[in-house]
């Protein structure tokens, strides 16, 4: 004889019970989320790559385009010297970041070049720098650097002027202003001839002493002449 109807079906669970179920269920996820978020926000800032390529690209570091004009290349590297140390950007990313940062010539060197650089043992950003001033810093450009600082003289630039190209041009000949005095005596050398005759009586120690010195009398000899 077939089940009665009542026999057959099995007993449903009240409905408050299956929802009791449900918001215990919504309770746990919800607390599950709370404790992900909250351990979210307590985890220290994160230093990733791409925090290191952001806080790099806040300060604007130029573009090297690949001129053989060294003291444009050398700007360029002391900028990213500075800017490396600053957000204190891993040594394994400085080639990276930087390369970025080239642009026609230089950007089509580093195409050809670049991936047998990469492949170089210990290839790093020191050895970057030593790369672009092998390439970009010829044996020509070395030559008439050279012989610029070698000639170089106050003319009709200014003291100022003159001061700041003396420098740009000591880097590149330093077996020639090997010391201190040996500045002095070839910055008051290439003074106009009473700048000279000044500086040769007070007989300035440092550098910054003689430009000092020479940047007051040119400007006393500029009041003189109502300029």
């Known amino acids: 004889m077939a089940p009665s109807r ?4 099995t007993p449903e669970p009240p409905a408050h019970d299956q929802l009791t179920q449900n918001l215990q269920q919504l309770t746990q996820v919800g607390q599950a989320l709370s404790n992900a978020i909250l351990n979210n926000n307590n985890r220290p800032p994160s230093n990733g790559n791409h925090d290191v390529a952001r806080q790099v690209s806040n300060h604007r570091p130029p573009i090297f385009a690949g001129e053989e004009d060294p003291t ?4 360029w590297i002391r900028t990213f ?3 490396f140390e600053v957000v204190e950007c891993p040594e394994e990313r400085r080639v990276e970041l930087a390369s970025f940062y080239f642009g026609h010539k230089a950007n089509l060197w580093w195409v ?8 170089e043992p210990g290839f790093n950003w ?3 720098k030593i790369r672009l001033r092998e390439r970009f810093y010829p044996a ?6 050279y012989e610029e600082f070698l000639h170089l003289k106050h003319g009709i630039a200014t003291v100022v002027e003159y001061h700041k190209r003396f420098l740009e041009l000591a880097r590149f000949a330093p077996e020639l202003v ?5 500045k002095v005596e070839k910055f008051i050398a290439g003074l106009n001839f009473e ?3 000044f500086l040769t009586v007070s007989k300035p120690r440092t550098l910054n002493e003689a430009y000092a010195s020479a940047a007051d009398l040119y400007r006393i000899q500029l009041l003189q002449r109502g300029v």
């Open 6 to 9: 009542n026999q057959a079906r």
């Open 195 to 197: 700048a000279r005759k």
């Open 178 to 182: 090997p010391m201190e005095t040996t």
């Open 81 to 83: 010297d500075k800017i």
């Open 126 to 128: 020191e050895t970057l």
């Open 140 to 145: 020509h450009v070395r030559a008439a650097t």
């Open 112 to 119: 050809h070049e670049g991936p047998t650089c990469r492949q």
């Open 72 to 75: 444009t290349l050398e700007e």
